[in-house]
């Protein structure tokens, strides 16, 4: 997946780089992640090669802002790749990496590790979850439609929930596997 194509698609109203952080920080978090130093370059290249254009406008918060527009090459751009095959994620998951060699410790360190991993999905599945409580998937035909199409306002409640239960049923997978491991871990005869 690429930065470019989120990006393109959170530009379905005018933002500011700053607007779309705080999207990352709330329910993109649960799969994606994009700081700043990242955003403000990438909107600058996609608005050189035309995919997007921006306005400087005033801000009752500062300074002025800069707001961008999604262009039509960029709608053709987006819906291509939404119409392409599922991008798959090439893993690199750091704590699986440590997991892989945590022979090397001793079983209070694991025990502490996986403890501590526990948690922090614990606090995700939380986060996750308080968001999923605002926005019920039985609730996604009483979102208030756009008078210009009601059937993508719905459509678009309707994925963006999808989407958090997805990280919600992931989460909690997770900590089902944390307690799996702590489980055969404990299992093992003490002196290793």
Partial sequence: MSL????????DQPRSGYDIKQIFEGTLKNFWNAELSQIYPLLSKLEREGYLESDLVDS???????????LAQAE??????LASEPDMPVA???????????????PKQRCGFLHRLRERFEQQHRFLSGLTAQ??????????????????????YLAR????????LRLKALIDWCDLCLCWFDRLPKNS
């Avoid at 019920?136 to 993508?152: G, K």
């Fill in 161 to 168: 929930v999808l989407t958090m239960h997805h990280g919600v």
């Fill in 4 to 11: 470019k194509f989120i990006l393109l698609g959170l530009l």
């Fill in 135 to 156: 926005y019920p998937l039985e609730d996604f035909e009483q979102n208030t439609p756009s008078q210009d199409d009601p059937q993508a306002s719905s459509e678009r």
């Fill in 60 to 70: 009752s918060h500062g300074p002025r802002r800069r707001i961008y527009h999604r």
């Fill in 92 to 106: 690199r998951i750091g704590y699986l990496a440590q997991m892989f060699f945590m022979e090397k410790v001793s």
């Fill in 76 to 81: 053709t751009e987006l819906f291509d790749w």
